[in-house]
């Protein structure tokens, strides 16, 4: 035991109460990054819990998890159809295999199911509009959705029992339910039968048994298929409108006799419930939806298996890479502010150093070993640092009801070892026996041993930035630290660079003032060389202002893409997608709203999707865009979109095309077939007689980004025969004047659309983690700036007040004190944006930025000078702080003072 360090617990208190306000400082610095490190990591899972839910909520069709099977064949021994008393049980039977297949993780994330046994979609044959009619026969868990009969009563079975027709005879009669708005549509009453055919013209048999009013119309089964409630349009194709009719258990047997074999469809579907869901358990459901689906039967089996379909995998994917995109860019920001953490660290390491060098010395020369004063300031130091992480982990408790903790450590680390470790480096320093060799080569051998040992830390450091920017570029941030500390690396090797250099530059400033006749601009120069070698005061202050400009140029360049990929969503101010019953009125309504106040242009077009467009031996699927190419392009022209001079080329038979795997491009001969093929009425509004007939176009330029089509092809309106579904507006009083007419259609504003995808949870928590970054990093500079200066502050002023002896005036010694200080400043604020846009050129790429922003590409990188210029305006206006406020401090001091330590 008597080999164990004994402190001194006397000069433990009083040297912390002698650096009690460096100490705090200290604890302070702790606390706040202690605070940003644990409190990053929660709330940014938080945000993906939230991002995941509210991707379900926008496509809840495609999350929903959806199970079919096929009805055992029904024919009888003598070769009828025999009708299953028993079919609603059957309906019961398949919805409680299907339960019982899922996995428990993947049933707790599902709501309870919706059992759906519907038609095919039966043409309304009374001579009116296009209108389709479906039979449905629902179950909202395990009993149907509530109705109230205002007339006649529920459907009833057209027969009892297990009886066998023939396939020859009339069609079966199967009563239906309607409810009021679809009575109303059809002009149908109890007892009534609704004409119907399917496309071979057979005949149906459907007789209305009464009329109904939903109890709930909140029920998962009529949101399941709204058209069963009231008329839905454009379901079953452009122009189109969907009514149903509500089946019973007694009459679901009647409606698998009254159609063809495999004319209803039955299915128990299982919708998503973002409530149950985090980020972690939506990951572990894509796995298990995945195995299900390919565990699922083929659906070419003429059997009754269960055959499963979701999209609910790729709606998590494409979350996940979102939040996989928002985790890089905030595990690069959280690192980039660690490091500046670390550094200030240090400095003020050394900074409570410098000032009790003479006090550790005087300790050692009294017979102190290493190890008691190292574990003395040991103690110290984890008497200030463990509570101020620990309060500022609270606070992130508090903040975001959990706290990383591993984040914590480096700083924790380093805080506590910082101190210790510099001042036992200095008492041993001081009191060490080494002493200087006489001989020349001797000394000269020692000088190139320091020097080669600081290269080689300086080309590990480079060597190391080097690997984390080429392992950033070729495999992106991932599950490694390496990759995310690429900007911070980069820029810390570039400030070292730069540090090797300063010697060199201050000394050529001071060779420039020995040849001029200012005398304070030698002595400033003079004061500024002798200083030029200290590491950690550069280092600090460029560092942190390299990767501030880093934040700050990330934010500006998400803050633009994001509004980049709104103009591309809506293709200009506003948009009116027309609805199909009302696209023989576009022309109108785009007169409407051009006329309108604030309108600058109006421009219908027809939008189809999925037109089979063919080249060369390629075949693709685009979106085709039809419009007048000549107002399109002067639409666009005043639009941040830009002018497309080839639209012009459009009506000599030209076609812009945009493809994500480049398939279609400028100057090949283009096949379009706009048609169904069939000499039917397509999607499009006019049929083609012969499916191989096909309008001939060139590609003469590449498409602009409109409405999220992803590949696109847009041609003249004179080229095709086109039906406007679309309009596109532009001027500030297009939202207006679209928004007045959406009773024709879906508006969709451009403003409304960036401001939503502004507000969502990963967009809004990154641009506010930009932010902080950035506010901290600059916050740290200054602080680094400010312990930088302090360190040297005793001897800069002593140096100061003989020179006043000789006649220097008060406000002359603020001019050179200001030239001692003003090289790592004028450093840091011109190289220090410099590192920090070299960094983003590097790392900006692998960030997968696209993903937040919505667009189809990269954005591009805006830099954002106003702001790298304020970051040096405060740099400047920092040091005119400094030098004042250490003049008031130092005023007092008196020549006997100076006299007296001057031979310190």
């Given amino acids: 035991m008597r080999f164990l360090p004994a402190p001194h617990w006397p000069s433990v208190r009083g040297r912390a109460w002698a650096d009690a306000g460096p100490l705090l400082l200290v604890a302070i610095v702790v606390a706040a990054i202690s605070l940003l490190a644990a409190v990053v990591p929660p709330l940014l899972r938080a945000t993906a819990d939230d991002a995941a839910r509210d991707a379900i909520r926008e496509a809840p069709d495609d999350s929903a998890v959806r199970v079919d099977a096929r009805w055992e064949d029904d024919y009888g021994p003598t070769g009828g159809r025999v009708r299953n008393a028993r079919l609603a049980e059957d309906m019961e039977d398949m919805r409680e295999r299907a339960e019982s297949t899922l996995a428990p993780d993947l049933r707790a994330a599902l709501r309870p199911p919706v059992t759906t046994v519907t038609s095919l979609s039966l043409l309304v044959t009374d001579g009116s509009v296009q209108r389709h009619f ?31 027709i023939a396939l020859n005879g009339a069609p079966w009669e ?28 057979n005949k149906y048999n459907v007789k209305v048994s009464g009329i109904f009013k939903p109890v709930d119309t909140a029920d998962p089964a009529w949101q399941r298929t709204p058209w069963v409630l ?74 009754d298996s269960l055959k499963w379909q979701t999209q609910l995998d790729r709606v998590l994917h494409k979350v996940r890479e979102q939040v996989d995109a928002a985790t890089a860019q905030a595990s690069v920001l959280l690192i980039a502010v660690l490091a500046g953490g670390v550094l200030v660290l240090l400095l003020a390491a050394d900074l409570l150093t410098r000032r009790r060098a003479a006090a550790l010395t005087t300790a050692r020369r009294r017979g102190a070993s290493l190890p008691t004063l190292a574990t003395e300031l040991l103690i110290e130091s984890v008497a200030v640092t463990l509570p101020a992480a620990a309060i500022g982990v609270l606070l992130a408790l508090a903040i975001a009801g959990d706290a990383a903790i591993a984040g914590v450590w480096p ?32 000394r000269r051998w020692q000088q190139r041993t320091a020097q080669l040992r600081r ?56 060779r420039r003032a020995l040849r001029s006749r200012r005398p304070l601009a030698v002595f400033g120069a003079a004061q500024a060389a002798s200083t030029a070698g200290r590491a950690l005061p550069l280092l600090v202050l460029t560092t942190t202002t390299a990767l501030a400009s880093f934040a700050v140029t990330l934010s500006a360049t998400v803050s633009h893409g994001l509004a980049d990929g709104a103009w591309h969503t809506v293709g200009a101010d506003a948009r009116l997608d027309v609805s199909p019953d009302a696209t023989g009125s576009t022309p109108q309504l785009a007169a409407k709203i051009a006329a309108s106040p604030g309108v600058t242009a109006a421009v219908a077009g027809e939008v189809i999707s999925g037109v089979r467009v063919v080249t060369n031996d390629t075949s693709v699927t685009p979106s085709l865009v039809i419009v007048d190419a000549a107002a399109f392009r002067r639409m666009l022209a005043s639009t941040p979109l830009g002018d497309l001079p080839a639209l012009d080329r459009l009506p000599a038979g030209g076609a812009l095309v945009r493809t994500s795997d480049d398939s279609l491009r400028p100057g090949q001969q283009l096949r379009l077939y706009v048609g169904d093929g069939a000499g039917t009425y397509g999607t499009s509004g006019y049929g083609v007689d012969d499916p191989d007939e096909a309008v001939e176009v060139t590609a003469v330029g590449v498409a602009p980004e409109l409405n999220n089509l992803g590949d696109v092809v847009v041609v003249d309106a004179s080229a095709l025969p086109s039906e406007p579904d679309t309009i596109w507006a532009t001027g500030p009083g297009a939202a207006r004047a679209v928004d007045a007419v959406a009773i024709s259609g879906h508006p969709v504003v451009r403003t409304e659309v960036l401001a939503e995808r502004r507000s969502a949870a990963l967009t809004s928590g990154l641009l506010t983690l930009d932010i902080a970054a950035a506010a901290t990093l600059l916050a740290l500079g200054l602080l680094g700036f400010a312990l930088g200066a302090a360190a040297t502050a005793p001897e800069r002023w002593r140096t100061l007040a003989r020179l006043r002896t000789l006649g220097l005036r008060p406000r002359d010694t603020h001019r050179v004190a200001a030239g001692e200080l003003l090289p790592p400043v004028l450093a840091a604020a011109v190289f220090g944006p410099l590192l920090g846009l070299s960094v983003v050129w590097l790392g900006f790429g692998p960030l997968s930025l696209r993903l937040i922003t919505g667009q189809s590409a990269a954005p591009a990188t805006v830099v954002p000078w106003w702001a790298l210029g304020a970051l040096a305006l405060v740099l400047l206006l920092a040091l005119l702080v400094v030098v004042p406020a250490e003049g008031a401090v130092r005023r007092r001091q008196g020549l006997s003072d100076v006299l007296r330590t001057g031979g310190d």
Avoid at 479 to 486: G, K, N, R
């Fill in 134 to 164: 479906l039979l449905a026969y629902l179950r909202s868990g395990e009993q149907g959705p509530a109705v109230t009969w205002v007339a006649g009563g529920a459907p009833k079975g057209t027969a009892e029992g297990n009886r066998e």
């Fill in 174 to 201: 199967v009563q239906v339910g309607l409810s009021e708005a679809e009575a109303a549509a059809l002009k149908m009453r109890p007892g009534d039968h609704i004409p119907l055919q399917d496309e071979q013209r």
């Fill in 230 to 303: 009231r008329p839905t349009l454009g379901l079953d194709g452009a122009g189109t409108t969907r009514l149903g009719g509500l089946l019973s258990a007694d009459s679901l047997p009647d409606a698998r006799l009254a159609t063809l074999q495999d004319q209803l469809r039955r299915t128990v579907w299982f919708s998503a419930d973002p409530d149950e869901l985090t980020w972690e358990s939506a990951q572990r459901l894509a796995v298990t939806v995945a195995t299900l689906k390919a565990k699922s039967a083929s659906s070419a089996e003429r059997d």
């Fill in 411 to 442: 700083v924790v680390a380093c805080a506590v070892l910082a101190g210790p470790g510099f001042g036992t480096v200095a008492a041993a320093r001081a009191t060490r026996d080494r002493r200087t060799p006489a001989n020349r080569a001797a």
């Fill in 455 to 510: 290269a080689a830390l300086d080309v590990a450091i480079v060597l190391s930035a080097v690997g984390a920017i080429v392992s950033l570029r070729q495999r992106g941030v991932g599950d490694s630290a390496l990759p995310a500390a690429a900007p911070a690396l980069g820029v810390i090797a570039g400030t070292l660079v730069l540090l090797r250099l300063m010697p060199a530059g201050t000394g050529l400033a001071l």
